[in-house]
């Protein structure tokens, strides 16, 4: 990032003792020593963060108009979270950005060669090839970028058939949090095959990674523009059985718990959480409660918002009502793990009361059945 402030813009201006055109080499490795021990462990972002800052809310603002808008975000935000700079970190930083914008200037005028000749004069030979290798890695572009904002799951949709010395190539370069999506959504099989030959992958000719980024390029070319929103899923099928009456639910639930039993087994517990209690009558609560040790609904109340709490507590006797909520208030602090444990202990003894047609949840989507 700050490489890439340094190629757009040219506003800093030279230190104080850089003289115009080719600088005089004026104790560079010295100063080259300080600025590292300065710049140590800074990201490319927050040294393009304390150099805007350093230059000032006008001179930015000029900046931010040549730089992308996620560059725009990433700075600002780092600007915000900074919090003070040290007169030595901010000097190194001013150092730095200048020695770029030089070199670029350079390579300008005469190439690579020329620029790392004025650049060892000036700084001496260590700092010059540091300064070099900086600007040459900004000027790169590297390969498969465009996949990098694309969704994994679209990439996985077009490399998932490709050989998996092809794949392996494509992963190496890419991000490794981007990389591990794909690598995971894999078959087992491939995703063997394709960690072995990352791991033993050497050189690549240039001609055959161009040659993979045009073919893929092309495939994703009408995807990588578009926007898309989540449809379907565990959650949307869980507010659909929710929804229909209890005889529906029951002979898609039995066929899927034949056809995809993991499923079924997912879906049936997001299909009633702790808080639809509400959603039972009196009655119904009062026979749940039968079933319910004290010290699990205890624990689970103690995580339950006030409408939850109310509904159990009148439908016991108030002396059991009080000795809950005394349960409760000499608690103290309990892991929401805990509470969500006792939570799912009641919502099982609702679906076994349930399915033995004891209880009616009231679900609103047709005749509820007794069986």
Same mark, same amino acid.
């Given at each position: 990032?700050?490489?890439?402030?340094?190629?757009?813009?040219?506003?800093?201006?030279?230190?104080?003792?850089?003289?115009?055109?080719?600088?005089?080499?004026?104790?560079?490795?010295?100063?080259?020593?300080?600025?590292?021990?300065?710049?140590?462990?800074?990201?490319?972002?927050?040294?393009?963060?304390?150099?805007?800052?350093?230059?000032?809310?006008?001179?930015?603002?000029?900046?931010?108009?040549?730089?992308?808008?996620?560059?725009?975000?990433?700075?600002?935000?780092?600007?915000?979270?900074?919090?003070?700079?040290?007169?030595?970190?901010?000097?190194?930083?001013?150092?730095?950005?200048?020695?770029?914008?030089?070199?670029?200037?350079? =390579?300008?005028?005469?190439?690579?060669?020329?620029?790392?000749?004025?650049?060892?004069?000036?700084?001496?030979?260590?700092?010059?090839?540091?300064?070099?290798?900086?600007?040459?890695?900004?000027?790169?572009?590297? &390969?498969?970028?465009?996949?990098?904002?694309?969704?994994?799951?679209?990439?996985?949709?077009?490399?998932?058939?490709?050989? &998996?010395?092809?794949?392996?190539? =494509?992963?190496?370069?890419? &991000?490794?949090?981007?990389?591990?999506?794909?690598?995971?959504?894999?078959? &087992?099989?491939?995703?063997?095959?394709?960690?072995?030959?990352?791991?033993?992958?050497?050189?690549?000719?240039?001609?055959?990674?161009?040659?993979?980024?045009?073919?893929?390029?092309?495939?994703?070319?009408?995807?990588?523009?578009?926007?898309?929103?989540?449809?379907?899923?565990?959650?949307?099928?869980?507010?659909?059985?929710?929804?229909?009456?209890?005889?529906?639910?029951?002979?898609?639930?039995?066929?899927?718990?034949?056809?995809?039993?993991?499923?079924?087994?997912?879906?049936?517990?997001?299909?009633?959480?702790?808080?639809?209690?509400?959603?039972?009558?009196?009655?119904?609560?009062?026979?749940?409660?039968?079933?319910?040790?004290?010290?699990?609904?205890?624990?689970?109340?103690?995580?339950?918002?006030?409408?939850?709490?109310?509904?159990?507590?009148?439908?016991?006797?108030?002396?059991?009502?009080?000795?809950?909520?005394?349960?409760?208030?000499?608690?103290?602090?309990?892991?929401?793990?805990?509470?969500?444990?006792?939570?799912?202990?009641?919502?099982?003894? =609702?679906?076994?009361?349930?399915?033995?047609?004891?209880?009616?949840?009231?679900?609103?989507?047709?005749?509820?059945?007794?069986?």
């Amino acid at each position: 990032m700050a490489d890439t402030t340094a190629e757009r813009t040219n506003t800093a201006n030279p230190p104080a003792n850089a003289p115009g055109g080719a600088p005089a080499r004026t104790n560079g490795d010295a100063q080259a020593k300080v600025d590292t021990a300065a710049l140590e462990g800074l990201s490319g972002v927050q040294k393009a963060a304390i150099l805007l800052i350093t230059l000032g809310p006008e001179r930015s603002a000029e900046i931010f108009k040549h730089l992308k808008e996620d560059e725009i975000e990433e700075l600002t935000l780092e600007i915000a979270n900074t919090r003070s700079v040290s007169p030595q970190v901010k000097d190194a930083v001013i150092n730095e950005f200048y020695q770029i914008c030089l070199a670029q200037q350079y =390579i300008a005028e005469g190439g690579i060669g020329y620029a790392k000749e004025l650049l060892e004069t000036a700084l001496g030979s260590d700092k010059a090839q540091e300064v070099i290798n900086k600007l040459t890695a900004s000027l790169q572009v590297r &390969p498969f970028e465009f996949i990098r904002k694309t969704d994994p799951s679209q990439v996985l949709n077009f490399i998932q058939d490709e050989h &998996p010395q092809t794949i392996a190539m =494509i992963l190496s370069y890419l &991000p490794p949090s981007q990389a591990a999506m794909i690598l995971g959504a894999l078959s &087992p099989e491939k995703q063997a095959d394709v960690a072995k030959r990352i791991a033993m992958m050497d050189r690549t000719s240039p001609e055959v990674i161009k040659e993979v980024e045009r073919v893929l390029e092309r495939k994703l070319s009408s995807l990588i523009n578009q926007d898309y929103t989540s449809a379907g899923g565990v959650d949307s099928t869980v507010a659909i059985l929710n929804a229909v009456d209890r005889g529906t639910e029951k002979r898609i639930m039995e066929a899927l718990e034949i056809e995809v039993p993991e499923l079924a087994e997912e879906i049936r517990k997001k299909m009633f959480v702790f808080e639809d209690i509400l959603l039972l009558d009196d009655r119904s609560i009062q026979r749940v409660l039968r079933e319910v040790d004290n010290s699990d609904l205890a624990t689970a109340l103690k995580g339950a918002n006030e409408d939850v709490q109310n509904a159990i507590y009148k439908n016991m006797s108030s002396r059991l009502s009080a000795m809950i909520k005394e349960d409760i208030e000499y608690m103290g602090p309990v892991r929401m793990k805990d509470v969500e444990e006792a939570q799912q202990k009641i919502v099982a003894i =609702i679906r076994r009361l349930e399915d033995a047609g004891e209880i009616i949840i009231s679900r609103g989507g047709g005749d509820d059945i007794v069986v």
